[in-house]
């Protein structure tokens, strides 16, 4: 079982800055890809950023040149920089990671972190 540990959420004013963390763990895990979506009230979930082991990066165009994803491998980690954030932005942010384990597939969710932008 692969588990994901999300953190950092919470409230913050328009144009200010938050970090966002996914901690993933597990036994005998390779985690080949790592993302962030985020699902607004009345919403579908959306793709926000992902990265791959080798550090491709893809953006959902409402985020380019804002949120910045990376990656720690050794610590099977993933972060997202927020920077600039806009009202539009609040939403439960998910964390996603793919891989590995066990020589099967997997597919695991985090449990979500509120992210809300208001003044």
């Known amino acids: 079982q692969v588990q994901l540990v999300e953190s950092g959420g919470g409230l913050v004013q328009p144009g200010g800055s938050m970090r966002l963390s996914c901690a993933a763990s597990?036994?005998?895990?390779?985690?080949?890809?790592m993302g962030w979506y985020r699902q607004a009230p009345g919403k579908q979930r959306e793709l926000v950023a992902e990265i791959t082991s080798g550090g491709s990066t893809n953006y959902a165009d409402s985020v380019k040149g804002r949120f910045t994803i990376s990656r720690d491998n050794a610590k099977n980690t993933t972060y997202l920089q927020m920077n600039n954030l806009k009202p539009e932005d609040t939403a439960v942010y998910y964390c996603?990671?793919?891989?590995?384990?066990?020589?099967?597939?997997?597919?695991?969710w985090g449990q979500g972190t509120q992210v809300t932008v208001s003044s």
């Open positions: 597990g036994s005998s895990i390779r985690i080949n890809a």
């Open positions: 996603k990671a793919k891989g590995l384990r066990l020589l099967r597939d997997f597919v695991s």
